[in-house]
């Protein structure tokens, strides 16, 4: 979890002088670098499914801040960041982001989500450096991964809202490749439950559950991560055909498949796996709301 915001750079959303138009970004058609950031999605100037890039050079041109973070799973010890805010970057790309999420891919397949509500709490930064140095000079993580070609943090993190024995988590990929800037709203309505379900439901539960934790791995048609191949569609028969495997394996992975590399949840009592299993279950065939 990310503590202990030190110093500002640069105002967080990027110090813009009262009435001038934000600073704009130049996108490419074609990557001349490894470390071009890929951009596609909702963005003016790109067509549909296509994507454009951009460079280190002109991400550095843009208003950052520092931070030194503390307690940061991505760091043994408390480590200085400069970087770009994720709303400085929409604002250069010409996007309204009041209405868009942002899908962060990393080179293994896990993909970090921003919705508005979440970068209004927790303020989340592309980082340009690290300990005050560009990405060719960045260290090693903890156990010898590469950070680049690039990460995002926080300039803190505290829980913003708990479900059941779920609380809110630091979205800190590293290994960021692309952004995908995407209809909120959209999204969102593809990943509720099917059918008319309360807020203080079960299934509306496993979903605020999911849609944090589940999603950065698994994927449901156009929206998560690639790094396990069992998708919402696999998972909704696995929840209506054997929830106690589906609960089992969602508290202790490997005490159903010792070769499984998805992280446990030790912490996730019988309600909140009860909430999980009704959400994935109003995925499958049959399955009334």
């Not at 760091?75 to 010409?94: C, K, Q, R, Y």
């Not at 993580?141 to 779920?166: D, Q, R």
Request: aromatic residues 8%.
């Amino acid at each position: 979890m990310r503590s202990g915001i030190v110093i500002f750079c640069a105002a967080l959303l990027g110090a813009a002088i009262p009435g001038t138009a934000p600073q704009r970004i130049p996108l490419a058609a074609q990557r001349s670098s490894p470390q071009d950031l890929e951009v596609s999605g909702d963005v003016p100037g790109i067509p549909p499914g296509g994507k454009r890039f951009v460079g280190y050079t002109d991400l550095s041109r843009l208003a950052q801040v520092t931070f030194t973070v503390k307690n940061d799973e991505n760091f043994s010890d408390p480590v200085t960041l400069s970087g770009v805010s994720l709303d400085v970057i929409m604002a250069a790309l010409g996007i309204d982001g009041a209405t868009q999420l942002i899908a962060a891919s990393a080179d293994d397949g896990y993909e970090a989500h921003y919705t508005a509500e979440y970068r209004a709490a927790h303020h989340p930064f592309l980082v340009l450096r690290i300990g005050g140095q560009e990405p060719a000079k960045w260290p090693k993580g903890p156990n010898g991964e590469n950070y680049g070609p690039w990460l995002i943090s926080h300039p803190s993190f505290s829980p913003a809202f708990h479900v059941l024995a779920h609380k809110d988590e630091a979205q800190i990929p590293y290994g960021v490749i692309g952004l995908r800037f995407l209809n909120e709203a959209a999204v969102l309505k593809e990943l509720r439950p099917p059918g008319a379900a309360s807020a203080a439901s079960p299934a509306m539960q496993g979903y605020r559950i999911a849609l944090q934790n589940c999603l950065r791995c698994h994927r449901e048609g156009d929206i998560g991560g690639t790094k396990s191949p069992f998708g919402w569609p696999q998972m909704a028969l696995i929840a209506q055909g054997n929830p106690a495997a589906f609960g089992k394996y969602v508290v202790r992975p490997n005490s159903v498949n010792p070769e499984a590399n998805m992280p446990a949840n030790p912490d996730y009592d019988a309600a909140t796996i009860a909430a999980l299993t009704a959400y994935f279950r109003s995925f499958a065939p049959g399955e009334k709301p």
